[in-house]
């Protein structure tokens, strides 16, 4: 039973020696933290705090003048006031005046139509009379004419200042929204944002050149 029992012990033992050795367990190095140097002129524009998590972007400092913002807000108020602004009243008040003019004197012509066609109608019209009031339909015919075309006129004049207020309108919005688009482009050049996602470890200033601040944010990674 000896010799049975140290048998098989010795295969079970050339058994594990034909077995691979085990794979050692990954080596875990500890992340380094990243370092961002920054220049500033005012410990404000600092927009982190330690301890502060971060995503990759998110925004460290604004070296933004305060008077850009202001400027950008106003820009974006005129384009605001363009867009809601409505065309000048003055573009149609001649025309609601040519066309109260128009439909008094048709107005007029009508009833002055209407009277000759009676007296046409008449079996023995007086003739004098009758010529006075062709006469005056005739007149008024022609100031309804006029009238008319005075009205037209108005309609093409009021249409074309419409259509050049629209035209400046457009310009003007252009021009101030290339005036935005510059204002941000020089805003972002002045936003220093987290290059790495991580947690703020530390903020340092280091040291400062007149009116310089040299600062340095250290970021341990995640």
Same mark, same amino acid.
Request: proline share 8%.
């Given at each position: 039973m000896g010799?049975?029992?140290?048998?098989?012990?010795?295969?079970i033992?050339m058994?594990?020696?034909?077995?691979?050795?085990?794979t050692?367990?990954p080596?875990?190095r500890p992340?380094?933290?990243?370092k961002?140097?920054l220049?500033?002129?005012d410990p404000?524009?600092?927009?982190?705090?330690?301890?502060?998590?971060?995503?990759?972007?998110?925004?460290l400092?604004?070296?933004?003048?305060p008077?850009?913002?202001l400027?950008?807000?106003?820009?974006?108020a &005129?384009?605001?006031s363009l867009?809601?602004r409505?065309?000048p009243? *003055?573009f149609?008040?001649? =025309?609601r +005046?040519? @066309?109260? $003019?128009?439909q008094?004197?048709?107005?007029?012509?009508?009833?002055q139509?209407?009277l000759v066609?009676?007296?046409?109608?008449?079996?023995?019209p007086?003739?004098?009379?009758q010529?006075?009031e062709?006469?005056?339909l005739?007149s008024?015919y022609?100031?309804?004419?006029?009238a008319?075309?005075?009205?037209?006129?108005?309609?093409?004049?009021?249409?074309?200042?419409? &259509?050049?207020d629209?035209?400046?309108?457009?310009?003007q919005?252009? *021009?101030?929204?290339?005036? =935005?688009q +510059?204002? @941000?482009? $020089?805003?972002?050049l002045?936003?220093i944002?987290?290059?790495?996602?991580?947690t703020?470890?530390?903020?340092?200033?280091?040291s400062q050149?007149?009116?310089?601040?040299?600062v340095?944010i250290q970021?341990?990674?995640r």
């Amino acid at each position: 039973m000896g010799l049975e029992k140290w048998a098989t012990t010795k295969k079970i033992i050339m058994l594990f020696a034909q077995l691979p050795p085990p794979t050692p367990p990954p080596e875990v190095r500890p992340q380094r933290p990243y370092k961002v140097t920054l220049t500033l002129t005012d410990p404000n524009q600092l927009q982190v705090q330690v301890g502060q998590s971060l995503s990759v972007g998110s925004i460290l400092a604004k070296r933004t003048d305060p008077t850009l913002e202001l400027k950008r807000a106003q820009l974006l108020a &005129r384009l605001e006031s363009l867009d809601s602004r409505d065309p000048p009243d *003055d573009f149609f008040r001649t =025309v609601r +005046l040519r @066309e109260l $003019e128009y439909q008094r004197l048709r107005q007029e012509y009508e009833t002055q139509y209407n009277l000759v066609t009676r007296l046409t109608a008449l079996p023995d019209p007086p003739p004098s009379l009758q010529r006075q009031e062709l006469n005056t339909l005739h007149s008024l015919y022609s100031r309804l004419q006029l009238a008319h075309e005075r009205l037209a006129q108005a309609h093409r004049e009021a249409t074309r200042q419409q &259509r050049n207020d629209q035209l400046t309108t457009e310009q003007q919005k252009a *021009d101030l929204t290339h005036q =935005v688009q +510059l204002l @941000e482009h $020089e805003i972002a050049l002045t936003t220093i944002r987290s290059p790495v996602a991580g947690t703020v470890s530390r903020i340092q200033f280091t040291s400062q050149t007149n009116q310089t601040l040299h600062v340095e944010i250290q970021i341990t990674p995640r």
